[in-house]
């Protein structure tokens, strides 16, 4: 994933668009960049976030960023922003993006004659390729269009001009971008916590496809949204910081429901509830309230200075570093009954390892409730982990093992009323070492969030999309 914030102001830009990205850093751990326009030139920088803070990185160097406009980016991908220099003019662009089909275009840019000067790790960088495309485009809309025919994934995107910022939600809305007002100007933001303690308030959310240029004078339409959205489920269930909303639907509220529901249809007998922190906390607090178990906390996350965002790239070390952020509490688990709420299972060596920490500080029954269905499906549309293949995932592994084949009979896998999901949730629970395991449904997820199932994204979840061939 990655976050972007963006400011068109009546007075110099530079504090505000700092904080408002630095509120971005639980969505990446890779780079972060600022570019700001002064009326003459673009101002940017762009450092490496890998094992440090976005703040650390640019608080000595913020009197250089001049200007009344600007955007920046804490990345989980590619440096940015990229500056560019085209027949549309002189422009910097950030986006929050996966491009399934970056072979392909790279190719078709080469052979148009465009070149590409911008490498992440030797490879194209996706923003590069973004800003290519838009200028094949005879002005900025045309450009992003073109983006939008040809991309197989999603593209949001953040353009500072000379006289401006445009911002271009993806074309099925996938990723989110609110825009916040105040009496100074506007901003534009991939979270809409980012905003709330520089005294912005919410104007409104773009939809799905929507195109934007914001200036000093206002907020005006160049394309109108789509009528059909995919916006990413686990955009609520992880992602999210709990103050945020996406489509008006508060991260934290959904959380709850999910885990009040949850909760209230459970049987399990035990002493408390408690979180894996910090995804996990507002589905506990849920499903305590269901239940009728009372909350409490026995493992708490150190944040002082193991944040979210610091997150190494190597997976031994990140299994490494995620251990070392949660602490048990002994005297709360010698003895107990708990169930332990979290947000997902992805390769599950992580939970396992903190489920055999449980039980070695003395807990008498370890329970595991997950606030989503079971992930089947790698991401084609967000950089949603770090998995390459399907296989990577735990679930896609027992797949194999219990089929001989990890592509075999999936839509029994996702439906959990049928004999091949309980198998499936079996093996699960015996990799994870837990007395019971259980996780919620996807009619559950749907309810919980407020939307139809047909404006959300749950490839992950039911192999269902659209939009991405």
């Known amino acids: 994933m990655s976050g972007f914030f963006g400011i068109v102001s009546k007075r110099p830009c530079i504090t505000d668009l700092f904080y408002g990205i630095d509120y971005h850093s639980h969505l990446g751990t890779s780079s972060g960049g600022i570019c700001t326009f002064d009326g003459n030139i673009f101002n940017r920088s762009i450092h490496s976030l890998k094992g440090s803070y976005f703040r650390t990185k640019f608080d000595e160097e913020l009197d250089k960023f001049k200007g009344n406009s600007g955007i920046g980016i804490i990345s989980d991908t590619d440096a940015q922003p990229i500056v560019v220099n085209s027949h549309l003019g002189k422009f910097a662009i950030v986006t929050v993006a996966k491009i399934v089909n970056i072979k392909e275009l790279e190719q078709e840019c080469l052979n148009n004659m465009q070149h590409f000067a911008e490498l992440s790790h030797g490879d ?20 992003i269009k073109n983006v939008f025919r040809k991309v197989k994934g999603s593209v949001s995107m953040l353009i500072l001009t000379n006289n401006g910022v445009i911002a271009a939600r993806d074309l099925y809305g996938r990723t989110p971008i609110v825009i916040g007002r105040n009496s100074n100007g506007y901003v534009m933001a991939s979270e ?35 009528d059909k959205m995919q916006v990413c ?9 709990p103050a945020s909303s996406y489509e008006g639907i508060n991260v934290e509220q959904m959380r709850y429901n999910g885990g009040y529901v949850m909760g209230k249809n459970d049987d399990v007998d035990a002493d408390y509830v408690a979180p894996i922190p910090d995804s996990g906390i507002g589905m506990a607090i849920g499903y305590s309230h269901g239940s009728g178990i009372p909350y409490m906390r026995s493992v708490v996350k150190y944040t ?34 708990v169930v332990f709420c979290d947000d997902s299972i992805v390769r599950g060596t992580q939970l396992r390892d903190n489920v055999k920490m449980l039980y070695d500080y003395g807990a008498k029954e370890v329970h595991i409730r997950i606030s989503c269905p079971p992930l089947i499906d790698g991401c084609h549309f967000l950089n949603f982990s770090t998995s390459k293949t399907e296989l990577e995932l735990l679930t896609r592994r027992c797949i194999q093992e219990l089929e001989g084949d990890s592509t075999k009979n999936l839509e029994f896998y996702r439906d959990h009323t049928t004999k091949q999901y309980a198998n499936l949730i079996e093996m699960l629970r015996k990799y994870i070492g837990v007395d019971s395991l259980k996780f919620n449904t996807l009619d559950c997820i749907c309810n919980a969030i407020g939307l139809p199932k047909d404006r959300l994204c749950t490839h992950c979840f039911d192999g269902s999309s659209y939009g991405h061939e």
């Open 124 to 143: 194209t960088n996706p923003t590069e390729l973004v800003a290519l495309l838009i200028t094949q485009g005879k002005d900025f809309v045309d450009g």
């Open 192 to 226: 809409s916590h980012s905003y709330i303690n520089l005294d912005y308030e919410t104007e409104r959310f773009l939809g799905p496809g929507e195109i934007v240029k914001i200036s000093e004078l206002g907020i005006d339409q160049l394309l109108a949204p789509n």
């Open 233 to 241: 489920s686990f955009l609520w269930i992880y992602y999210g910081f």
């Open 304 to 337: 002082p200075t193991w944040s979210r965002s610091f997150m190494p790239v190597n997976q031994e070390q990140r299994e490494h570093v995620a251990k070392m952020k949660l602490i048990p509490n002994r005297d709360m688990l010698n003895g107990k009954r």
